[in-house]
């Protein structure tokens, strides 16, 4: 199934060749930019701000899909729309106006989505489904790369397809988090429509060639 779209995480890249790692993604078959922003309270990590975000935002020719993994994400939503985001994902966990935060996200010209870890049930976005554009479902604990995969996603993958059709919603399922050769095609089968990809992509051999890989799923 072509349609997958591929969002290499380039918190996996060399940051010593970022312009590289960057190019390399801008001439792989590759959808999209996966962008983490940690800040070291929401998740136990702290990953890179807005002067790493510009500078890859001024070398890729793909969009920024940016992941935010913060506490109070509403004071940053302008920013990071200034500093190259074409989709912005916050979690449901670090919002309490959830609401706000979406059309706040829709206001500054962003595809808004929402973040869920892997305990947040899915029954919790049906307040929000038909407002979001995507949801991004954590199949790893967030924070590092490199986790195990955690084999429930499959179920909650076809439980939110299940609620987006239920409710006639244009929202599209990004896995993040352990996708590889053999997670990649299940979670396909059960309805995903955007694999993260950050070890399997820049710890293979040849990277361009690993992205095609998970595109010709």
Known sequence: MANVLIAPSVLSADFGNLERDVKMINSSKADWFHIDIMDGVFVPNISFGFPVMQAINKHASKPLDVHLMIVNPEKYIQTFKDSGAANISVHYEACTHLHRTIYQIKDVGCKAGIAINPHTPIHLLKDVIKDIDLVCMM??????????????????????????????AEVLIEIDGGVNEVTGPKLIAAGADVLVAGNFVFSSKDPVATIEQLKNI
């Open 139 to 168: 199949s790893v604990n967030p924070g590092f790369g490199g986790q195990k995969f955690i084999e429930h996603t499959y179920q909650k993958v076809r439980d939110l397809k299940q609620l987006i059709q239920e409710n006639n």
